[in-house]
């Protein structure tokens, strides 16, 4: 139940603050994506704080929420990569106007446990983020990233992407460093992560993976 603020109103008037039909409201209160109530003569009344919370925001108030640069880089190796990265996504969010932080992290793609990212996501469902910033698809996650962007649509963080074609010596770089991690898990998994077997298969896949590079 909501507090004392948290009016009802009726569907026709949620559907106007909503900017959809009637239709689509009462499609969304049969799906559970927004609740409702029935008053005593049997019509939909909406909740005031659901019909807010799924409102589009206006320009305005997309400025008032940070605007996130989330860097990445694979390998130790990369940090000068890293502070490129930084510097032209802050130079970006500067020109823009935009008042911003920066997320960085050292780590695989398909490492979903980084620190940073783990922080992006949590502020990004807690509806802090305006905008996510990065310099290609890829420094998100190597695979997944749609569901990010999923989510920032959800939670109407717009996502801008400064290039979206690849430096081809830095995507194969890194592409191969996530290929050799992704090996490395699964082999241990097969033999044991201790297991000479384990450890010859492994030198083997990598010199394969780095020649075909």
Not at 187 to 196: I, N, V
Request: net charge neutral.
């Amino acid at each position: 139940m909501g507090n004392q603020e948290d009016m009802r109103i009726s569907i026709g008037d949620a559907a106007n603050e909503l900017g959809v039909s009637v239709k689509t409201v009462r499609r969304w209160a049969d799906s559970g994506k927004i609740r409702y109530e029935r008053s005593p003569s049997g019509h939909r009344r909406f909740y005031t704080s659901d019909v807010k919370r799924l409102a589009p925001r206006k320009s305005d108030e997309l400025d008032t929420r940070i605007t996130i640069n989330y860097a990445r880089v694979s390998s130790h190796d990369q940090k000068e990569d890293l502070a490129k990265q930084i510097k032209v996504l802050e130079s970006f969010s500067a020109s823009k106007g935009w008042e911003f932080e920066t997320i960085s992290d050292l780590g695989s793609g398909l490492n979903y446990k980084k620190k940073g990212l783990k922080e992006l996501l949590q502020r990004i469902m807690e509806g802090d983020v305006g905008r996510l910033v990065l310099t290609h698809k890829d420094r998100l996650l190597r695979f997944g990233s749609e569901l990010v962007f999923a989510m920032c649509e959800e939670f109407e963080a717009e996502v801008i992407i400064i290039n979206k074609s690849h430096e081809e010596l830095n995507f194969e770089q890194e592409l191969v460093t996530d290929m050799i991690e992704l090996i490395t898990v699964f082999s241990a998994r097969l033999y044991g992560s201790r297991s000479h077997k384990n450890k010859k298969l492994i030198d083997n896949m990598t010199k394969a993976v780095q020649d075909s590079a």
